[in-house]
Antibody, heavy 123, light 110 residues
Framework: QVQLQESGPGLVKPSETLSLTCTVSGGSINSYYWSWIRQPPGKGPEWIGF???????NYNPSLKSRVTISVDTSKNQFSLKLRSVTAADTAVYYC?????????????????WGQGTLVTVSS | QSALTQPASVSGSPGQSITISCTGT?????????VSWYQHHPGKAPKLMIY???NRPLGVSNRFSGSKSGNTASLSISGLQAEDEADYYCTSYTSSSPFVFGGGTKLTVL
């Protein structure tokens, strides 16, 4: 059974960089797309971006200037960096997987998710 | 504000059927077949219930079904059970981004 687990600091200061890692177990990171999604308190989820195992990325236009997603296939992990954070970036952050039907085109849904990790931006 | 509009809450009694709507625009739901639905029990990982508008993953009960008409997609649940009580989210592919979400619907089983 594929499992995803988010890890990283639960508290980040304003203007600093939020860094999270998602560790994939029970399956390979190869041949899939890997997303970061966040959900601010009381609001709906927001897709941040995804990375293919080969390293190609696609980001939400509203966050693109501040986001970097990277992958480490040797560790079966992928990571998120969000720069210059403010209180508006406080949210539960999830990692999720999208399969591919025809490599390298993604399927546009998430078949596995992590449980999420709360990140609070505060001084 | 989320790009897709869902009712904040719906409710039903055990055994009844309910439908959750997800309304978008001509840039998303109406133009693409990539609508998916997720069930989320707080504190747990969200679970995929429907993908590509009406397909059910292996292991998901056939009490769950999906459809779309124009710019509105729908998730229907028949034979409501207590364990169906959860938050439900829709997503769609859009012309400007691979994924946009709805604001979520809280389903209460009375």
């Amino acid at each position: 059974q594929v499992q995803l687990q988010e890890s990283g600091p639960g508290l980040v200061k304003p203007s600093e960089t939020l860094s999270l890692t998602c560790t994939v177990s029970g399956g390979s990171i190869n041949s899939y797309y890997w997303s970061w999604i966040r959900q601010p308190p009381g609001k709906g989820p927001e897709w941040i971006g995804f990375i293919y195992y080969s390293g190609s990325t696609n980001y939400n236009p509203s966050l693109k200037s501040r986001v970097t997603i990277s992958v480490d296939t040797s560790k079966n992990q992928f990571s998120l960096k969000l720069r210059s954070v403010t209180a508006a970036d406080t949210a539960v952050y999830y990692c999720a997987r999208s399969p591919t039907e025809v490599d390298p085109v993604p399927e546009y849904y998430f078949d596995y998710w992590g449980q999420g990790t709360l990140v609070t931006v505060s001084s | 504000q989320s790009a897709l509009t869902q009712p904040a809450s719906v409710s039903g009694s055990p055994g009844q059927s309910i439908t959750i709507s997800c309304t978008g625009t001509s840039s998303d739901i109406s133009d693409y077949k990539y609508v998916s639905w997720y069930q989320h029990h707080p504190g747990k990982a969200p679970k995929l219930m429907i993908y590509d508008v009406s397909n059910r993953p292996l292991g998901v009960s056939n009490r769950f079904s999906g459809s779309k008409s124009g710019n509105t997609a729908s998730l229907s649940i028949s034979g409501l059970q207590a364990e169906d009580e959860a938050d439900y989210y829709c997503t769609s592919y859009t012309s400007s981004s691979p994924f946009v979400f709805g604001g979520g619907t809280k389903l209460t089983v009375l």
